[in-house]
């Protein structure tokens, strides 16, 4: 009798770099440890070759729950942290008190790393889909005890309030060099156009079009919308996008941490408290300021 199960892990097909063979060994030593445990779970007589939901671990059920869930793209995004802090591997009964506070504490170390730091309220949104998951899985008998009612959770991050770029500070961040240039660059763009940072973060020349009279615009894909519209940019703010060309990134690919320290670094160095100015921060200005410069 043969029985499958699909696990959503995909390799190489023909792997070209010791990279991608070592990838395929990591995923498929993964699936190994799954199906010998399953394995080892139906010679004991704990589940039969026709598993029911009640017989899966707690992975899988937090995996089929999250398909089900009405944003599942979040609850699939929550599921990623849950797996890695359990190594894929959580049978029902390692599902205990230790193992909701070890998870929530997971989670938080996640917020203080250097790189790639995870929010403190996405991490808390994430937490409270674990215990929304763990809820469901009690209501369902599938684990002894309901402690998603525990005091032990995440805690938002104090509210901070927008600090917006004025008039009076253009002048002093136009005199001050940054590190990377294409920071400032950005920055200045964002100030002109009300852009987000993360809709000109990839932004590419093959974005920008001119018409015959040479007005610039952008074709883009912006946050909330399903379809690219067409946005025409000022003469000043194409200025701050460089020389133009045929294709090829405008700005410098950059992690958004790295982006955002330096940021706060040639802020601070024009007399602006780097702890509260951020990307948005410049957005916001566009509404206080016309032209500059």
């Known amino acids: 009798m043969v029985d ?24 498929l030593d993964r699936a190994e440890k799954i199906r010998q445990y399953r394995m080892e779970s139906i010679e004991s007589g704990k589940i039969s070759l026709y598993r029911n939901m009640s017989e899966l671990g707690f992975v899988d059920f937090y995996k089929r729950s999250a398909r089900e ?18 190594k894929d591997f959580c049978p029902f009964n390692a599902v205990n008190r230790n193992l909701f506070i070890g998870y929530r504490d997971f989670l938080i170390s996640k917020t203080q790393e250097e790189v ?11 937490f409270n889909q674990f215990r929304m998951i763990l809820r469901m899985a009690f209501m369902q008998g599938l684990v002894k005890a309901d402690y998603s009612d525990c005091d032990e ?15 009076s500070h253009i002048h002093a961040l136009n005199e001050v060099e940054c590190s990377i240039p294409d920071i400032k660059n950005m920055c200045f763009f964002l100030l002109l156009t009300r852009f ?6 990839d932004l590419d020349w093959s ?10 615009f952008i074709m883009k894909k912006l946050t909330g919308k399903k379809d690219k519209i067409r ?36 802020v601070s160095s024009a007399g602006l408290p780097g702890e509260l100015v951020t990307f948005e921060s410049f957005r ?9 410069l």
């Open 4 to 27: 499958r199960e699909r696990l959503d892990f995909e390799i190489y097909e023909k792997p070209r770099t010791e990279r991608e063979e070592l990838f395929n060994k990591m995923i």
């Open 69 to 86: 869930m009405a944003s599942s793209s979040n609850y699939t995004a929550g599921l990623k942290y849950f797996r890695d802090y359990t």
């Open 116 to 126: 790639g730091a995870l929010n403190v309220n996405t991490a808390k949104g994430y």
């Open 153 to 167: 959770i995440i805690h938002e991050a104090p509210h901070k309030e927008m600090y917006y770029i004025q008039r």
């Open 196 to 201: 987000r940072i993360g809709e000109i973060w």
């Open 207 to 216: 974005d920008v079009i001119r018409f015959p009279d040479e007005r610039p």
């Open 231 to 266: 946005l025409y940019i000022s003469g000043e703010a194409m200025k701050y996008l460089g020389r133009p060309k045929k294709s090829g990134r405008i700005f410098k690919k950059m992690s958004y941490v790295y982006a955002r320290n330096r940021l706060r670094e040639w």
């Open 284 to 292: 916001r200005g566009f509404d206080t300021i016309e032209s500059f």
